[in-house]
């Protein structure tokens, strides 16, 4: 089947049990329990300030985009200046 089959990670916890004792397995997956909720607490704190540095930017874009449309065809001027003279 595969590496691991489940009687194998039964030796594997009752060797580990032996070693570290049910204490220190405990305090081991309560660090590891907490290094994780550290890690998802940061990442969100990180993605927070992100979100808000790239909302005020719709605004200039905005204004880009009625510059562009507001633009005249050099072309479609040179047509208006020659058939006005």
Known sequence: MGIFEPH???LIIIIALIIFGP???ADLGGQLG???RDFKKAMHEEEAP???QTAPAAEPVREIRQA???VVE???AAKE???SH
């Open 68 to 70: 562009e449309a507001n």
């Open 8 to 10: 194998h990670l039964i």
């Open 74 to 76: 050099p072309a479609a």
């Open 50 to 52: 992100a979100q808000a």
């Open 34 to 36: 907490r290094g994780i």
């Open 81 to 83: 200046v020659a058939q």
């Open 23 to 25: 204490g220190k397995i």
